[in-house]
Nanobody
Framework: VQLVESGGGLVQPGGSLRLSCAAP????????MSWVRQAPGKGLEWVVD????????TYADSVKGRFTISRDNAANTLSLQMNNLKPEDTARYYC?????????????????????WGQGTQVTVSS
């Protein structure tokens, strides 16, 4: 399974970025997907989930109202539109395939919840 993230970069506070994740080698449309992030020296933080059909999304409180996840199952791509970025959003962002959904959301920020993830794309929010 290959997941390839892109779209990261340096942006000023209040700016926007759009991340993409290509998933060309597995049955993408059959799986829920997630975005997670990890800041330097910190643990994993779950950001958002989207169900396999794209109709159900669940966001972490820290990004709710600013980030929007979407997917194109025909193109095997996952996207994350990030608006009103803050310095605390600085992290490496990964798209990941979760092994399960439901249960305690605090457990979503553990690598063992995911069976595949990409190499990540760096997002830096700084003036």
């Amino acid at each position: 399974v290959q997941l390839v993230e892109s779209g990261g970069g340096l942006v000023q506070p209040g700016g926007s970025l759009r991340l993409s994740c290509a998933a060309p080698t597995f049955a993408f449309r059959s799986h829920d997907m997630s975005w997670v992030r990890q800041a330097p020296g910190k643990g994993l933080e779950w950001v958002v989930d989207i169900d396999s059909g794209g109709g159900i999304t669940t966001y972490a409180d820290s990004v709710k109202g600013r980030f929007t996840i979407s997917r194109d199952n025909a193109a095997n791509t996952l996207s994350l539109q990030m608006n009103n970025l803050k310095p605390e959003d600085t992290a490496r962002y990964y798209c990941a395939r979760p092994k399960y959904t439901g249960g305690d959301l605090t457990m979503y920020s553990r690598w063992f919840r995911y069976d595949y993830w990409g190499q990540g794309t760096q997002v830096t929010v700084s003036s």
